[in-house]
């Protein structure tokens, strides 16, 4: 079974400042994918960004970019330059390739403050 | 706007009805999920359809079914509804099963209140 962890319920950082949301996740295969969603004050699960787990590049969109540590099974999330839209809550999943479903984190709030 | 559609966008019903929400898929996508979030259990997955046939059952209740018609567009039945269904329920979809085309893309969600 997967599984995974947000250790940071809420964060909050200062516009155009730089924040890392941290999650952890616990897999049995070796293919899976990651992902980062956003989930804005109406409610829309937004994509942000996506790792492929046979990628040792992390992925980039923009200011999003992700610390992927594979043998630490470690999936962060670096916000750079933070605006003020960019508050919501924050989920993490993890996807195994063999499987279907979303497995999701509890969520950090994250709060950008003007 | 992720592409997918669900209606309705909100839902106010009794203990013990029966209530359907419906979604349709980005043009293209095969694949139908449907996720409940909740405050005590957060987001779950319930059950997934691809091309018309069941393809994965998450923790769905016995009270719930889904479909998915020949259009690609689905249906998640729930019956005998009680105050603990209350919840947001997402429909996702994506192009297929496995691969890097298989991302999620997520509806705006139906909110269910049970009274």
Redesign the interface.
Known sequence: AQTVTQSQPEMSVQEAETVTLSCTYDTSESNY?L?W?KQPP??????VI?Q?AYKQQNATENRFSVNFQKAAKSFSLKISDSQLGDTAMY?CAV?E????????G??TQLTVNP | DSGVTQTPKHLITATGQRVTLRCSPRSGDLSVYWYQQSLDQGLQFLIQYYNGEERAKGNILERFSAQQFPDLHSELNLSSLELGDSALYFCASSVGITGSTDTQYFGPGTRLTVL
Do not use: A, H
């Open positions: 994918y992902f969603y109406s409610r829309q699960m937004i994509l996506r492929e989920f996807k390739t063999s499987g279907s479903r979303l497995t999701f509890e969520g």
